[in-house]
Every structure is written in structure tokens, then in C-alpha cells.
T-cell receptor
Framework: SQKIEQNSEALNIQEGKTATLTCNYT??????LQWYRQDPGRGPVFLLL?????KEKRKERLKVTFDTTLKQSLFHITASQPADSATYLC????????????FGSGTQLTVLP | NAGVMQNPRHLVRRRGQEARLRCSPM?????VYWYRQLPEEGLKFMVY????????ESGMPKERFSAEFPKEGPSILRIQQVVRGDSAAYFC?????????????FGPGTRLTVT
């Protein structure tokens, strides 16, 4: 069956360092992969989308890589700040007319001042 | 441009009552999705609708749950005869009808508590 794993439930890093979050999937051939941020008591917020034919995508301090051979995406936050503390969700979509997203369970990131 | 709106934000129902959750998508968006997030669990897809059509309801429980997105007005997720296990946060998301616009924009959620 299809499975998405975000490797760490919780990740603590020091302010200013680069946070790296991992998303692995099995039995899946996503057309694209998305990353969302969720704060306690709020809905997820879209951050980045990367397509199956793209290796890397950047947006300000965020960078996403997508390796369809390894079936893995890495999400990096450079120069991390305490305000980056949140749960980060990886989501896969098979594309086409389906459009439904399958979410990982998330990684809770805490950036320590 | 207002974001996705959901109401009520909090809803308390006794076992056996009905719950109605409303979602107004972002302006210009005609695709609506409903997700459920159980305590300490991830987001699970329930249903995908376009105006007056259910496109994919593969994540909906077979009984007691229904959804609609009428030509006019918000999308409604209806849960009949609620049970304690229905207690969860229900999120609505919307997306643009553009063929390459796959990112989804989420509302603040409705937190349903069944007592």
C-alpha cells in the first residue's frame, strides 16, 4: 500500500542553522510533491510545490529537492529563526484529475534562540 | 482577497445530533476539498468537489457523512448521528481551476467535539 514517511517526529535546531526535513514515500508515483507549514490550531499553509521532472526548487530561505529514484524529498530552511518553529507537512498528489493530497504525519520543528 | 473561510470554528454536538460544517472557497476557486485531522494524527482526505459535482469521495466514510458544493453558496460537510469518534478538526481547502494549479489553500478549520 502507499506510504509516506517523514523521518523525524520532532527536530530541534539552533537559530541560524539549516534545518533539513525528510519525506520518503513507497508504492507511489507522484506527479508532484508539496510542502506545507501548520501552526497549532491553524490550517496548513502552502509553501512550495515541486514537479516530478524538477530536481530542486527555491523560495527565499526555503529549498526543496525531489529525487524520484530514491523516492525522497528534502526540505531545507536556511538561516533558521524561532518564527520558523512549526509542523511541516509533506504531501503527494498523483496529478491528473485526482488532485487529492496524501499527507505525511509531519515533522515538528523547533528553532531554539 | 479573502482566504478560505470556514464556520463555525468550534462546534459541540451531543451523540446522535447532526453537524453541518461550512466552507467558502477563495475568490475565483471552484475546487473544494475536505480533510479530517484526528487528534495526534495526520490530515486525511475525505472528498473533492467542484460546483454541483462530487469528483472524488473515496475518503468519505460510507455512512452518515455527505458533502455538497451547490451552484450558489458555500460547500457543506454534513455528519449525521455524530459519534465520539467523529471528534476532530475538519479542514476545507480550495484550489484554482487552472490545469497546472495544484497547490491548495486551507481554511482555519472547524473543531468538532462530540460529547
Amino acid at each position: 500500500s502507499q506510504k509516506i514517511e517523514q523521518n523525524s517526529e520532532a527536530l530541534n535546531i539552533q537559530e541560524g542553522k539549516t534545518a533539513t526535513l525528510t519525506c520518503n514515500y513507497t508504492n507511489y508515483s507522484p506527479a508532484y510533491l508539496q510542502w506545507y507549514r501548520q501552526d497549532p490550531g491553524r490550517g496548513p499553509v502552502f509553501l512550495l510545490l515541486i514537479r516530478e521532472n524538477e530536481k530542486e526548487k527555491r523560495k527565499e530561505r526555503l529549498k526543496v529537492t525531489f529525487d524520484t529514484t530514491l523516492k525522497q524529498s528534502l526540505f531545507h530552511i536556511t538561516a533558521s529563526q524561532p518564527a520558523d518553529s512549526a509542523t511541516y507537512l509533506c504531501a503527494l498528489d498523483s496529478g491528473g484529475s485526482a488532485r487529492q493530497l496524501t499527507f505525511g504525519s509531519g515533522t515538528q520543528l523547533t528553532v531554539l534562540p | 482577497n479573502a482566504g478560505v473561510m470556514q464556520n463555525p470554528r468550534h462546534l459541540v454536538r451531543r451523540r446522535g445530533q447532526e453537524a453541518r460544517l461550512r466552507c467558502s472557497p477563495m475568490k475565483g476557486h471552484s475546487h473544494v476539498y475536505w480533510y479530517r485531522q484526528l487528534p495526534e494524527e495526520g490530515l486525511k482526505f475525505m472528498v473533492y468537489l467542484q460546483k454541483e459535482n462530487i469528483i472524488d469521495e473515496s475518503g468519505m466514510p460510507k455512512e452518515r457523512f455527505s458533502a455538497e458544493f451547490p451552484k450558489e453558496g458555500p460547500s457543506i460537510l454534513r455528519i449525521q448521528q455524530v459519534v465520539r469518534g467523529d471528534s476532530a478538526a475538519y479542514f476545507c481547502a480550495s484550489s484554482s481551476p487552472g490545469t497546472l494549479a495544484y497547490e491548495q489553500y486551507f481554511g482555519p478549520g472547524t473543531r468538532l467535539t462530540v460529547t
